[in-house]
């Protein structure tokens, strides 16, 4: 019995729609594109991540050279979409980022960087539910990285 090819493409469109998303990427993987060093003073390092955060749209919340932790937030945006609007409920979604800059040695520095997605639902009866997604795209990190370094060059060519 032979099978028409059009039932042999069906089946491999209904399996390429079934692909898993990739894993999740290990503890290890995480803290390897979430950090990185730079061969410059703790104080400069900390000054031009604080910097990018506010070049960025980000509102400091906090931050504090002696630990090296900055905690910032995107300004909250309202998002509605079909499901929510029959639903009579409402969301607005932030990123927030934290930072920590940390001396590994005389010089040299590693920053740690963390975003996440924060969602806000509420509905109309009162309910309120938060979301919060971590941004594990490699990608985001590394452009917010290589901020950070043009920042640090920019500062330590000023010196």
């Known amino acids: 019995m032979k099978i028409p090819s059009v039932a042999i493409l069906c089946i491999g469109l209904c399996m390429a729609g079934c692909a898993l998303p990739p894993p ?57 979409n079909w499901w929510e609007l029959l639903e009579s409920s409402a969301s607005s979604a932030q990123t927030r980022a934290t930072a920590f800059v940390e001396e590994i040695r005389s010089g040299f520095v590693t920053v740690r960087l963390n975003f996440v997605e924060s969602k806000h639902l509420s509905s109309n009866q009162g309910q309120t539910t938060d979301r919060d997604t971590p941004i594990l795209d490699p990608k985001a990190y590394q452009v917010a990285f290589d901020k950070i370094g043009d920042a640090i060059f920019v500062r330590s060519a000023t010196r």
């Open 24 to 80: 999740a990427p290990t503890p290890l993987q995480l803290q390897a594109f979430q950090t990185h060093e730079f061969e410059t003073p703790k104080r400069v390092a900390f000054n031009a991540t604080l910097s990018v955060f506010q070049d960025l749209g980000y509102i400091v919340q906090s931050a504090d050279l002696d630990t090296g932790f900055i905690t910032a937030a995107s300004p909250a945006g309202a998002k509605f």
